[in-house]
């Protein structure tokens, strides 16, 4: 997961080339590959999956101009013969985005996150947690070739304990429609676990 990580920021390093702007008018599909730390159990492996994307909201209703409203759903779950953990994380909200040029856009967005731990085991009653809380965010998303996008953000997040999420991404363009990529996106300062992820991912974009 280390490499993966590291292969991913260095295709977020700044480049020459200029492409179009990125495109706010999105839905992706992804498969997580995600390891949750957790305090006095370990580490533990799970997979699944998340579904979001973006739009630009019709500039004729607002006063602000370059806002985009968001929804992210993700889902991992790992079972065995005598328990599984299934965790759910949704966040959503709106940002608003400026062109540093011609391919670059630095945003920041607002949030409203949810996150919600369940458990059962054949020896104990199933557990359920969830918490609720707003969050802000800034991150920057850049054309650094015509086929090769990146995007990296920073979201503060006011669960309990406060919590810092990075993502990391890059997703290279097949069509000005169809778009894979990869990611990695980490949450640090959970006041149970730290959640490290890997997600493979296609976009449409319209």
């Known amino acids: 997961m280390r490499k993966a ?32 730390g957790v305090d006095n159990v370990g580490e533990l492996s799970l997979d699944g999956f998340r579904a979001g994307g973006s739009v630009a909201i019709d500039q004729d209703f607002v006063v602000l101009k370059n806002i985009f409203a968001f ?13 599984s ?5 949704l966040s959503a909200g709106i ?12 945003y920041a967005t607002a949030s409203f996150e949810r996150i919600e731990v369940a458990t059962s085991s054949i020896l104990t ?8 809380a ?3 965010g800034i ?7 015509p086929n090769i996008e990146t995007n990296a953000k920073i979201d503060y997040i006011a669960f ?16 000005n429609s169809l778009s894979f990529g990869l990611a990695y996106e980490t949450y640090k300062e959970l006041d149970y676990a730290d959640i490290d992820s890997i997600r493979a991912s296609v976009r449409y974009s319209f």
């Open 95 to 106: 940002g608003s985005f400026k062109s540093l040029s011609d391919s670059t856009d630095l």
């Open 5 to 36: 990580a590291i292969a991913l920021a260095i295709l977020t390093l700044p480049s020459a080339a200029l492409a179009d702007s990125p495109n706010w008018n999105k839905v992706e599909a992804s498969y997580l590959d995600t390891d949750l």
């Open 85 to 89: 953990i299934d965790l759910d994380y």
């Open 160 to 175: 309990d304990e406060a919590t810092v999420r990075l993502d990391i991404s890059a997703f290279y363009h097949l069509t």
């Open 134 to 136: 707003v969050g802000v």
């Open 125 to 132: 009653e199933p557990t359920s947690d969830s918490e609720k």
């Open 71 to 83: 929804a992210d759903f993700s889902s991992v779950s790992e079972e065995d013969n005598s328990a």
């Open 139 to 145: 991150g920057l998303r850049s054309m650094v070739t």
